[in-house]
């Protein structure tokens, strides 16, 4: 007989994760080459990575890849496709990740003043020059999420469900 993990004595086997830290990618393509960000990470070192960045609250994983787009590189990005979940524990930073990568096009943005704070450049890089500068790369999603979308793996982007309770939502079962 299994243990009731409800009972007094079941004791899981490592601790539950606190909280996951969302964020969202744009993989953009254009002629073999793939929009990236270079910036300054924690301490000041150089990393480079997709337009990418935190969800905020009450903002859609759409709102806030086209926000991060913009705001990290100057340019209008339209998601077309997700290319993959990916979920990764930085044991430096003692956080999880669950990243959600959505490819698309840009179009440069006439009215972005500046960008980001950190942002210290944006570069069109081929996956050659991505992998001659490997120990540069944010995290180990940077490259998964390019050879994913090189692969040809996409999913539409209506395989994401938003859901938001309404007044009276829960007051009747789902089904029956």
Not at 26 to 41: C, N, T, W
């Amino acid at each position: 007989m299994k243990p009731n993990p409800k009972s007094g004595s079941f004791k899981y086997s490592r601790p539950m994760t606190r909280g996951i830290d969302v964020t969202v990618a744009a993989v953009i393509e254009s002629r073999g080459r793939f929009l990236m960000v270079e910036e300054r990470a924690a301490g000041g070192t150089l990393v480079l990575n997709q337009p990418a960045g935190h969800l905020e609250r009450g903002e859609s994983l759409l709102a806030a890849v086209v926000r991060e787009t913009l705001e990290e590189t100057g340019h209008r990005f339209e998601p077309e496709q997700v290319v993959g979940f990916y979920l990764w524990h930085s044991r430096e930073a003692d956080t999880t990740y669950l990243r959600v990568a959505f490819c698309g096009t840009v179009e440069p943005s006439a009215d972005v003043a500046a960008l980001d704070e950190g942002v210290v450049a944006v570069h069109w890089l081929t996956r050659a020059q991505l992998v001659s500068r490997a120990h540069q790369l944010r995290s180990p999603m940077v490259m998964r999420c390019i050879d994913d979308y090189l692969s040809g793996q996409r999913y539409p982007l209506d395989c994401i469900a938003y859901l938001e309770p309404r007044p009276g939502a829960f007051d009747r079962p789902a089904f029956g």
